[in-house]
T-cell receptor, first 115, second 115 residues
Framework: GENVEQHPSTLSVQEGDSAVIKCTYS??????FPWYKQELGKRPQLIID?????GEKKDQRIAVTLNKTAKHFSLHITETQPEDSAVYFC??????????????FGTGTRLTIIP | EAQVTQNPRYLITVTGKKLTVTCSQN?????MSWYRQDPGLGLRQIYY???????DKGDVPEGYKVSRKEKRNFPLILESPSPNQTSLYFC??????????????FGNGTRLTVT
């Protein structure tokens, strides 16, 4: 099965600086890579995703890059703000031999923005 | 309003007393899944369902059961809960498009404590 590793587990950055969270995956057949943000006491919510036929995707201050050869993908947040403080999860989607799609999450990164 | 509804939000029970956590979605999604969230371990998949009457094990299925008799409902059953099942549980659903999962929509979570 798929294995997703996420680093770092905690990250503190000054407000206005950039934050980068990195994930690696094990199965080269994975083809969909979403990122979820979970604020304290709330549900995870999708913030950006990328498919394996694309190398980079941006949405305002958030960007995701994908390197299929190295099997890693990263989340980049620029001009960080206090409301960016949350736990971020990466994930990788794999279609099994039986045709089932399975999403595997990383262990999460707690991002703290220091005012 | 499009949403995933899980109940109850909080549950305290004793070892061995059967319980059910309900999950319902009103978006006509084919794919539904249960996750447990534990500190340092991220979101781990318990069971998932690609459609009605189709369920499959995730990464940590031991001690849990599910059913998918209707498209909108996907209850999680703990026949004989044990303290190691104390956790935060999330139900999620998605359209499950071909080529990769569409974004997951999460419920608000159920915090279960087994004493």
């Amino acid at each position: 099965g798929e294995n997703v590793e996420q680093h770092p587990s905690t990250l503190s950055v000054q407000e206005g600086d950039s934050a980068v969270i990195k994930c690696t995956y094990s199965d080269s057949a994975s083809n969909y890579f979403p990122w979820y943000k979970q604020e304290l006491g709330k549900r995870p919510q999708l913030i950006i995703d990328i498919r394996s036929n694309v190398g980079e995707k941006k949405d305002q201050r958030i960007a995701v890059t994908l390197n299929k050869t190295a099997k890693h993908f990263s989340l980049h947040i620029t001009e960080t703000q206090p409301e960016d403080s949350a736990v971020y999860f990466c994930a990788a989607s794999l279609i099994s031999n039986f045709g089932n799609e399975k999403l595997t999450f990383g262990t999460g990164t707690r991002l703290t923005i220091i005012p | 309003e499009a949403q995933v509804t899980q109940n109850p939000r909080y549950l305290i029970t004793v070892t061995g007393k059967k319980l059910t956590v309900t999950c319902s979605q009103n978006m006509n999604h084919e794919y539904m899944s249960w996750y447990r969230q534990d500190p340092g371990l991220g979101l781990r998949q318990i069971y998932y369902s690609m459609n009605v009457e189709v369920t499959d094990k995730g990464d940590v299925p031991e001690g849990y059961k599910v059913s998918r008799k209707e498209k909108r409902n996907f209850p999680l059953i703990l026949e004989s809960p044990s303290p190691n099942q104390t956790s935060l549980y999330f139900c999620a659903s998605s359209l499950s498009t071909v080529g990769g999962l569409s974004p997951l929509h999460f419920g608000n979570g159920t915090r279960l404590t087994v004493t």
